[in-house]
């Protein structure tokens, strides 16, 4: 007979265990399947003392591991199946971790390192993706170099492009659908502003946006100071530059500094909004 449970179900990590009376499952390979796709796989080698004193053979029946949900997917129905079996693991009463919780590890951490690792080796996310959504997670930031004509083209057309670029790694770090608006003659002082309002649609995930100007602009960054409240010390922040070829994607989380020459000069800002609050 084969037992288990799902002991944590969130949009990052499935937790839980699996015993079977007759064959031990140390070391087996679980998958976890939204629908019938499969998002995440792990390895059943966790000790779980409370599973041994129940008598559950060794105790080496639990598994955790990261999952790659999509826009849309809803980590209650997740199920946990026997690679290569028929046998699954339904939620019930599991213990989910509280929306208010997730909320508060996403806007710290974002995407999962191994998470990511996971949609790269199997062909979910391309080498440029998975660069940017790991630095985003990790630094708070990420420079995008973009390929694309510049010469004799109007702003506004080059503008428009790059804000494709943007909306396509926003709504890829957010797991959520967003639509971008193009806002032009953003300055500095606007930022603070601008994180409430993205923190106020997207309660539950890292307030990111994009970043771009007709000329290069520079700014400081705490890197990392998004995990944790930081503030910006002379000398402790790393210079990015953007515009022109350069997209910078940013969690407004983190601490932020504009140089003073560039402090007055404009530039456009890449704001993730819900898709219904556009139409």
Known sequence: MIRGHIDL????RVEGWIHCD???LTGSHVLAFHDETCVGGGTV???RQDLADAGLGDGVVGFGFPVALGPGHDPRVLEVRLDGGTMLLKQGACAFVPRETLGEDRRRQGRDPA???WMLARGWLTQPHYDALRGLAQFGVHPLAMRMPMQGRDPAAVCDEVA????ELIELHMHTAIDVEIREGVRPADLAAIRREVRAAFPFVPPV???WSTDERHLELVEGSHLRDQPLEAGGGVEYAFGRRTLLLLDLDGAIAFRAGDAPAPFAAFVPSRPEASR
């Not at 179900?9 to 990052?12: G, L, M, P, Y």
């Not at 494709?164 to 909306?167: E, S, T, V």
Request: glycine content about 4%.
């Open 9 to 12: 179900a969130s949009r990052q």
């Open 22 to 24: 007759r064959v031990p």
């Open 45 to 47: 080698d966790l000790f």
């Open 115 to 117: 998470a990511l690792s």
């Open 164 to 167: 494709l670029h943007a909306a």
């Open 209 to 211: 946006i994009g970043l």
